[in-house]
């Protein structure tokens, strides 16, 4: 009997089963929280914003708990609620652009879920934030020279995510995520056993 030949994924089938969260770095502006909700929805799990738990928790914006008590005390807040959306039951989680930067942070990532960084340059990065008061570490003089800044300090360790996806300026948000679930599906122990491609 002929082999079977491969069927293109049916989009009435279940979603591919998490076993491991799925965890979004990288820029602000790389469009970890638009991804984040379209991966969610395709993959049939919660989307949780660990910069939204902070200001629930703190009834206070990120700019506000910068300006009041310090990027110190922000960094904190954000390593507990990272810790325990990772204790939770597999989501997609989207992070803060500073979150990976802390080495406890990317242990409790590698030992909970898969990191996966969304990787944009400088210019669309800029495009998407040039026109939002909402980035505190941005309110200097010259942002988009801080952005760069930030960038190329940043980078070498975004670099050290499991999973990285290049952002394209041209890409909708759907395809994006369809993108960042193809790289998944060849990424050992995401999906649950049985699961071969991206059929959501």
């Given at each position: 009997?002929?082999?079977?030949?491969?069927?293109?994924?049916?989009?009435?089938?279940?979603?591919?089963?998490?076993?491991?969260?799925?965890?979004?770095?990288?820029?602000?502006?790389?469009?970890?929280?638009?991804?984040?909700?379209?991966?969610?929805?395709?993959?049939?799990?919660?989307?949780?914003?660990?910069?939204?738990?902070?200001?629930?928790?703190?009834?206070?914006?990120?700019?506000?708990?910068?300006?009041?008590?310090?990027?110190?005390?922000?960094?904190?807040?954000?390593?507990?609620?990272?810790?325990?959306?990772?204790?939770?039951?597999?989501?997609?989680?989207?992070?803060?652009?500073?979150?990976?930067?802390?080495?406890?942070?990317?242990?409790?990532?590698?030992?909970?879920?898969?990191?996966?960084?969304?990787?944009?340059?400088?210019?669309?990065?800029?495009s998407r934030v040039r026109h939002k008061t909402t980035r505190p570490?941005?309110?200097?003089?010259?942002?988009?020279?801080?952005?760069?800044?930030?960038?190329?300090?940043?980078?070498?360790?975004?670099?050290?995510?499991?999973?990285?996806?290049?952002?394209?300026?041209?890409?909708?948000?759907?395809?994006?995520?369809?993108?960042?679930?193809?790289?998944?599906?060849?990424?050992?122990?995401?999906?649950?056993?049985?699961?071969?491609?991206?059929?959501?």
């Amino acid at each position: 009997m002929a082999p079977t030949p491969p069927q293109a994924p049916d989009p009435r089938r279940a979603p591919p089963a998490l076993a491991r969260s799925v965890v979004l770095v990288g820029m602000m502006g790389a469009g970890k929280t638009a991804v984040g909700t379209q991966l969610a929805r395709k993959l049939g799990v919660a989307f949780l914003d660990s910069d939204e738990e902070i200001v629930r928790a703190a009834n206070r914006s990120v700019a506000e708990i910068f300006a009041r008590d310090g990027e110190g005390f922000f960094r904190a807040r954000e390593s507990e609620v990272l810790a325990r959306l990772l204790a939770g039951p597999p989501a997609v989680i989207s992070t803060g652009g500073g979150a990976f930067l802390a080495e406890a942070n990317r242990k409790a990532i590698a030992a909970e879920g898969v990191s996966v960084w969304l990787k944009a340059d400088l210019d669309l990065l800029w495009s998407r934030v040039r026109h939002k008061t909402t980035r505190p570490l941005l309110r200097t003089a010259d942002p988009k020279a801080t952005l760069a800044a930030l960038l190329e300090a940043r980078a070498p360790v975004y670099a050290l995510a499991q999973v990285a996806v290049d952002a394209e300026p041209d890409l909708s948000i759907e395809g994006m995520a369809d993108k960042v679930i193809a790289a998944l599906a060849v990424t050992p122990g995401i999906f649950s056993a049985g699961h071969k491609g991206a059929g959501a």
